[in-house]
C-alpha cells in the first residue's frame, strides 16, 4: 500500500519570503500522480498543483512550485512571495493510475502553515 | 468556474438517527468520491463510485454507510444510524478521470 509522510506538523514563514514544505512517499509504483492540497480555516479542500509521475519537469502554478525527485520519492512544495492568504494547512496526496480512473486519493498528516506579517 | 457544492455545510444529529449528505459533483465528471476528516487528523478516504455502483470503499465504510446517485446530478452519503464517533468534516470529491479530484466545501456532521 502507498504511504504518504509529512514529517513536519508546523511551519512558518515571514510574510514576502519563501518557504518549502516536505513530502515523502512510499509506492512500487512507476506511473502515479501527485498533488498538494490547501485547507484554510474555512476548511474547504482547495487543489494547488499537480505532478504526474512520468514528468521530470517540476509543475509549477504562480508562486507555487514543486521540487519532485522521483528516485527519492520526495515531492516538496515552494511557496514564493508568501502572502497572509497562504497560511493554512496544507496536505500533500499520492493517486495511483494503477486501478484506473475513480482510484482514490493518499493523503499525509498535513502541516500547518503560519505566515508571520 | 464549476465546483462541487455540498449541503447541509453543518448537519448536527443525535446518536443513532440517520443522516443524509448531498453533493452536486461537477456537471461533466464522472468519478465520484467521499471522504472524511476527524477534527485534527488526516484526510481519509470512504468510497469510491462510478457507472453507478461503488468502485472501492474503505474499511470504515461498514454496513452503516451507503452511497446513491438517485438522479443525474445529485451524490449522497448517507450513515443510517450514527455514532458519535461518525462527527466529522465530511468532503465529496469528484474527477473527470485520470488527474485532479475537486473537492467540495465540506459537511460539518456533528452527532450529540
Known amino acids: 500500500a502507498q504511504t504518504v509522510t509529512q514529517s513536519q506538523p508546523e511551519m512558518s514563514v515571514q510574510e514576502a519570503e519563501t518557504v518549502t514544505l516536505s513530502c515523502t512517499y512510499d509506492t512500487s509504483e512507476s506511473d502515479y500522480y501527485l498533488f498538494w492540497y490547501k485547507q484554510p480555516p474555512s476548511r474547504q479542500m482547495i487543489l494547488v498543483i499537480r505532478q504526474e509521475a512520468y514528468k521530470q519537469q517540476n509543475a509549477t502554478e504562480n508562486r507555487f512550485s514543486v521540487n519532485f525527485q522521483k528516485a527519492a520519492k520526495s515531492f516538496s512544495l515552494k511557496i514564493s512571495d508568501s502572502q497572509l492568504g497562504d497560511a493554512a494547512m496544507y496536505f500533500c496526496a499520492y493517486r495511483t493510475t494503477l486501478s484506473g480512473a475513480n482510484s482514490k486519493l493518499t493523503f499525509g498528516k498535513g502541516i500547518t502553515l503560519s505566515v508571520r506579517p | 468556474e464549476p465546483e462541487v457544492t455540498q449541503t447541509p455545510s453543518h448537519q448536527v444529529t443525535q446518536m443513532g438517527q440517520e443522516v443524509i449528505l448531498r453533493c452536486v459533483p461537477i456537471s461533466n465528471h464522472l468519478y465520484f468520491y467521499w471522504y472524511r476528516q476527524i477534527l485534527g487528523q488526516k484526510v481519509e478516504f470512504l468510497v469510491s463510485?462510478?457507472?453507478?455502483?461503488?468502485?472501492?470503499k474503505s474499511e470504515i465504510f461498514d454496513d452503516q454507510f451507503s452511497v446513491e446517485r438517485p438522479d443525474g446530478s445529485n451524490f449522497t452519503l448517507k450513515i443510517r444510524s450514527t455514532k458519535l464517533e461518525d462527527s466529522a468534516m465530511y468532503f465529496c470529491?469528484?474527477?473527470?478521470?485520470?488527474?485532479?479530484?475537486?473537492f467540495g466545501q465540506g459537511t460539518r456532521l456533528t452527532v450529540v
Open positions: 470529491a469528484s474527477s473527470a478521470g485520470l488527474g485532479s479530484a475537486f
Open positions: 463510485f462510478y457507472n453507478n455502483e461503488i468502485s472501492e
